[in-house]
């Protein structure tokens, strides 16, 4: 008997469905489709900004602490101090448990910075090693590398902009068909014809005549899949440069990395992970949610559990919906949520504007046990927990808590289902 | 359930995101830049091919494969496969159909054909010289794992030949044309269960699913199969007998997948649905029910089991593995390869076999990887089935006789029934 099913397979629900199946229990993750890790740049996002100011967050888990005081119903002010650093203790040693270390700036907390797709800084919590390079507090000059002809990835304007903030940067190009012999060709495939030896040898012997002595070397985020490792090491011994990966439009590589390790993870574990499966119905009696019922090509597949997790994303992720009309609502158990009220309060009128725009803080109210709750306070099922993009009161893209929030609220809802 | 009309398929074109997850997973893609990819070939061209405009955009659609696994991974619920299928559909409707794939669909007449005299059909057609032959005149891959003719006689014939188990309940049996004339063993094993079990067999007159033709792009054959399928299997459904079949794709096509490409949608198409089962499900429902026999004999043996992308487009979990998890011994290990490669007669064409052997890879290590003390390997399609055999030198089964050698009904060496 599945005693837990996680719906979504995000990094809410991938860690989630991990921390369950860690503590030994039967868990089976369900989702519609993969998304969510496949949009992320692979690095762990806690807190870059407040709503309403654009000076960024040096010390997140400082500022959390202010989080809470001003806004209480937060994710972070209903998980506290000791939760949060629990499930990021947690997920560094996972992390390097499944060959992908995270690491973060300094003992003191601090976000790093590092650069985006465009060359702007981007503060984040955690990075993978092969990003940390290209910490933009170092004063190394950077060099980065394009591949003429590749999408996506412009070497001139990341370094034109990086000098623009007053970053020693340069851009140069190597033939794409140094790694590959086609002409059309995404980040994912080239990351997989990185994992042949042969290719990255010869990749890495003219990316050495490019470099000069001193220099970091920034690449687009391509170094490897399941030889990633190797890749990437193999790539800074040969050149003798330091080397840093930039994440690239999606899907992300780097995110697909972390998605890979941490589903080949959970079968170790014994846990299933079943994607294409859309739910569509549910089956309570009083307030316990006996089976959820996916669609399927003959009849719904049931799925009975002692517990759900619904970690099935924000608007974006799919787990809520909306219409023309105005109506909201969540897509699985049609619980509660905390939204605006009509239409037109959704959306400010600057698509920029600093606050951010209500209808992404829409989401699903918990109580500090992660379990949904009506408009009264009041558990709405005594078996359904909810973590990640899905819940209320906060919104992750535009705080840059994307991935934390993701982290922090699956282990502590994946803890609180398996107490009970 | 989601309704099955043009409408709905065309529709889902615009819950496109171009997040470009389904050419990241693309397994065909992933080895040859003929296929520029899901995203690509499906909804990007899809806006270019409006209706009634019968010149096509983009004639590498035809390098799809129909695996499906673009379908599974989206998170946004777009029918990919089916607008591409539908695309190919376009092309032939305007250009033609080439003489080898006007063969290829007519996967029945073949059968029925070469049944006539098996030995001299297979001789004829499987040396060497004929090979090389077909592949120059027609195109059709030497080296491919086209099945030979039975030399036991078609499963319909031995069907009638052997006495019956007479019995208050009632089960419905689809074979499929490759049970019929190249794998009757399949057939008489599902047979032997079902009457294990206390079921008596029914064997209707039945036409071809029509995928070959779905496949290649012959929608209005395809339509004649599927409504002949119809008027013969309707009335059982009509009288509740459940329709069982052995081939998941034969069951794909006949309880979703015509419906849904050919547009043909009404409460026939609906109640024939509903009746129709893949075996294994329908078993694993009697286990659910605590209907079924559990009194396996002991099967010593590690199996791998290659999940095939026809499977895995029901979106009904893993029935077969769930069912033979049931019997003492077996050890069966589940893979997680994309596709087989040859999916359909995709391989079987002298342009596309070495992309087909090349999908196939990751299926052939999976399988190589258990060692040589597996001997045998098991999946629910029959195309993969001789593609791994093909691509391992191993034997291949299917899993209903898996389950008919737990029962003590059948020799999975020999691949036939034991006496009494």
Redesign the interface.
Known sequence: MTELVVIGAGLAGLIAATRAAQAGHQVKIIA?????T??HAGSVDLLGYFPNETVAIQRPLDAMRDIARVQPQHPYALLGDAQIGDALKNFLALARAIGLPYSGANQDGDNLWLPSPVGAARPTFLAPRAQRAGELSRTEPMLIVGLRGMRDFYPELIAENLGKQGHRARAAFLPLDLITD?????T??LA?ALDDPARREKFASELKKLAQSGERIGLPAILGMDAHADTFDELQAQTGAEIFEIPTL??SVPG?RLTNALRNHL?ELGA?V?????V?AFHAEGARVLWIE????????KHRAEKFLLATGGII??GINTDHTGKIWETIFGLPLVAPRERGQWFRARFFDPAGHPIFRAGIPVNREFQPIDANGARVFANVWAAGGTLAHCDPILERALEGIAITTGSAAACFAGRK | MHTASWHSVGMTLDECIKCNICTAYCPVAAVTEKFPGPKYAGPQAQRFRESGQLKSPDLAVDYCSACRVCNEVCPSGVKIAEINARAKAQIVAARGIPLRNWFFGRNEILGMIGNRAPQIANLGFHNPFSRWMAEKILGVARHAPIPHWSTRGSFASWFRRTPRLKSENKVVYFHGCSTNYYEPEVGQAAVAVLEHLGYEVIVPPQNCCGLPMLNNGEFPAAEKLYRSNLAKLVPYADRGYPIVGTSVSCVLVLREEASEMLDVENDQTHRLGRALWDLSEWLRDLHEQGKLDTNFRELKMILPYHVSCQARAHRMGRPSLDVMTLIPGLDVREGNAKCCGLAGTYGYKSEKYEIAMKVGADAFRFVRAQGDAARMVTSDSEICRWQLQHGTQKLARAPIEILAAAYGLYDLDQRRLKAG
């Open positions: 519609k489709g993969l998304g969510a496949h949009w086609r002409r059309d060709i995404t994912v495939q997989y999606p899907p697909i079968r299933r079943d994607v294409n499966m859309d569509i996916s669609e399927a090509s003959g009849r719904p597949l992720g799919g």
